[in-house]
Nanobody, 126 residues
Framework: QVHVAESRGGTVQAGGALRLSCAASGEEGHAVAMAWFRRAPGKDREFVASTTQSGACTYYADSVKGRFTITRDNARNTVFLQMNSLKPEDTAVYYC???????????????????WGQGTQVTVSA
C-alpha cells in the first residue's frame, strides 16, 4: 500500500515558475514509479510527466517538454515537478500518482494506476 500526498499548488503569473512536490509513504513508497497528471476545467485528464523508481529515466508530454522537469529524491520518497515558463493553459488540478508499472507506460494507463493523490490546484494568470 502506498499513500501519496501532493504539496499545495498556487497561483502564478504567466511566464512564472512553480514547484510541486509529492511524497509517497508506506511500505512500498520507494518501489514505485511516479507521475504527474493534470485536469483542466472542461477537459480530459492529461499526462504530464513520469519517472522511474530510480529517477534515472523521465518522460514528458509534448506540451510541457522543455518547460517542466520531474525529479525524484529517493531518500525522502518524494518526487518534484518544477514548472517554468508557465502558460495560462497550464491551469489545472495536478495529480500525483504512484504505481508499480513501468514509468514509460503510465501515460497510457491512467485508468489502471494504483495510488492517486487528492490533487492540487495550479492557476496561471495571463
Amino acid at each position: 500500500q502506498v499513500h501519496v500526498a501532493e504539496s499545495r499548488g498556487g497561483t502564478v503569473q504567466a511566464g512564472g515558475a512553480l514547484r510541486l512536490s509529492c511524497a509517497a509513504s508506506g511500505e512500498e513508497g520507494h518501489a514505485v514509479a511516479m507521475a504527474w497528471f493534470r485536469r483542466a476545467p472542461g477537459k480530459d485528464r492529461e499526462f504530464v510527466a513520469s519517472t522511474t523508481q530510480s529517477g534515472a529515466c523521465t518522460y514528458y508530454a509534448d506540451s510541457v517538454k522543455g518547460r517542466f522537469t520531474i525529479t525524484r529524491d529517493n531518500a525522502r520518497n518524494t518526487v518534484f515537478l518544477q514548472m517554468n515558463s508557465l502558460k495560462p493553459e497550464d491551469t489545472a488540478v495536478y495529480y500525483c500518482v504512484a504505481d508499480r508499472s513501468a514509468a514509460r507506460s503510465m501515460e497510457f494507463r491512467a485508468d489502471t494506476l494504483s495510488y492517486w493523490g487528492q490533487g492540487t490546484q495550479v492557476t496561471v494568470s495571463a
